[in-house]
């Protein structure tokens, strides 16, 4: 269903992607793992459409979505800081990513499942990071996409809240969705994820599942797989 092919991205002197090529055809989650600097959130956006790649070609369905906007309604994005205008209310973000978007939604039932329902009519400036990131959450899932992209969504979220998100992201896996997520929580990517891509200097080290990749470092866990790659 996603398709990446020999894509390269620089920022100045710096490349960030070097040649990644990569293939996402079952439904499932997804982890794109890798230091800081690796290449992970600039790949992320490239799917999204954020960012321009220097050479290669990324396709949605077997279409090349390069030149296009139209496949972005396919995918629900979560990313790890979600910038809104701090004098809006929560019910007015909502209603606002509903128009913008102008397709189905359902923020009634995720707004009770977080206990967003309080702060409704508060501004979003005034909210703690904790409740943000669950508006945020909101935002993502209140529709129906077959692809979800999930930046760090765990950051500031307290204990139920964050049960109650690895709950969500099972239900939507079980509706047959490619879930991408970055997270640094080892822990949390070991319980969810079904595959793992680790970048390393923008290019894919390895793809594979997490007991593939334990057997590759001959670690017990994924923590202590990822510190043996990254060993100097």
Known sequence: MISAQHIKKTFGK??????????????????????NGSGKTTFLKILLGMVIPDAGEMYYQNQNISKSHLYRKFIGYLPQIARFPDNLTVSEIIGMIADVRN??????????LFG?????????????????????IVLTFMFDTPVIVLDEPTAGLDPVALI????????????????????HIMSLVEELADEVVFLLEGSIYFQGT?????SKTATEDLEHAIATILEP
């Open 14 to 35: 710096l490349q960030v992607l070097d040649d990644i090529s990569l293939e996402i055809h079952q439904a499932g989650i997804v982890a794109i793992l890798g230091p």
């Open 103 to 112: 397709e189905p939604s359902d923020p009634e039932r995720l707004v009770q």
């Open 116 to 136: 967003v329902g309080k702060f409704l009519d508060k501004k979003l400036g005034n909210l703690s990071g904790g409740t943000r990131q669950k508006v945020n």
């Open 164 to 183: 109650k998100l690895k709950e969500l992201i099972y239900q939507e896996k079980a509706k047959g969705k490619i879930i991408l997520i970055t997270s």
């Open 210 to 214: 997490i007991t593939e990749l334990k």
